[in-house]
């Protein structure tokens, strides 16, 4: 059983940067492909994800240049910068792993971004 917790998030005006962090246990960090998905009332979406390695990255049209994914797997954490930020990127935003070469999946607890305009 993996555990996945979030930080970073908060209020920022638009404009601003924010860094989350999304600490794992309780698993191999390394067999998981990792990622970032957000939620607004009626809606889960995609942001981000990551390959187990790092060695490849994918992003959201919306997010493209302005989001950045990243891991550490020595401290087996997965970030997501944010720059740039819209008030339509307020939402509650959620870790994601996706345990490779099967259809386990972990969520975390989400942690609120609020961006005023």
């Known amino acids: 059983q993996v555990q996945l917790v979030e930080s970073g998030g908060g209020l920022v005006q638009a404009g601003g940067s924010l860094r989350l962090s999304c600490a794992a246990s309780g698993g191999t960090f390394t067999s998981y492909n990792m990622g970032w998905y957000r939620q607004t009332p009626g809606k889960r979406e995609f942001v981000a994800r990551i390959s187990w390695s790092g060695g490849s990255t994918d992003y959201a049209d919306s997010v493209k240049g302005r989001f950045t994914i990243s891991r550490d797997n020595a401290k087996n954490t997965v970030y997501l910068q944010m720059s740039s930020l819209k008030p339509e990127d307020t939402a509650i935003y959620y870790c994601?792993?996706?345990?490779?070469?099967?259809?386990?999946?972990?969520w975390g607890q989400g942690t609120q971004v609020t961006v005023s305009s």
């Open positions: 994601h792993a996706q345990l490779r070469f099967s259809t386990t999946q972990y």
